[in-house]
Nanobody, 131 residues
Framework: QVQLVESGRGLVQAGGSLRLSCAAS????????MGWFRQAPGKEREFVVA???????????YYADSVKGRFTISRDNAKNTVYLQMNSLKPEDTAVYYC?????????????????????WGQGTQVTVSS
């Protein structure tokens, strides 16, 4: 069982920045694929970004087109934590942001951008961007 706890919720103006954190339990966190999704009111949950460990020092990273160049994912395996740095925020980024973990192995060619690709989810944290 893996528990994920997000933090960093906030209200920011358009153009501002915010950093979300997701602390995970588990002894093999460094091997987990980690992702961030978001869900706006009345919309389906959508993929934001994922990181898949290749080794202890390298990873493949996948971004949704809507956040590419503005959002950055990183992880600190010593702290069992993954971060989402969000810059140049837009009102359309307003959503509940969810952290997700995949403990199953990831094929080399896999892009884990679907809800079904993940095994555990955090409770979500609200991000609101005002215009």
């Amino acid at each position: 069982q893996v528990q994920l706890v997000e933090s960093g919720r906030g209200l920011v103006q358009a153009g501002g920045s915010l950093r979300l954190s997701c602390a995970a339990s588990g002894r093999t966190f460094s091997s987990y694929a980690m992702g961030w999704f978001r869900q706006a009111p009345g919309k389906e949950r959508e993929f934001v970004v994922a990181t898949v460990a290749i080794s202890l020092s390298s990873a493949r990273i996948y971004y949704a087109d809507s956040v590419k160049g503005r959002f950055t994912i990183s992880r600190d395996n010593a702290k069992n934590t993954v971060y989402l740095q969000m810059n140049s925020l837009k009102p359309e980024d307003t959503a509940v942001y969810y952290c997700a973990a995949r403990v199953r192995a990831v094929d080399f060619s896999m892009r884990p951008d679907q809800i079904r690709d993940y095994d555990y989810w955090g409770q979500g944290t609200q991000v609101t961007v005002s215009s």
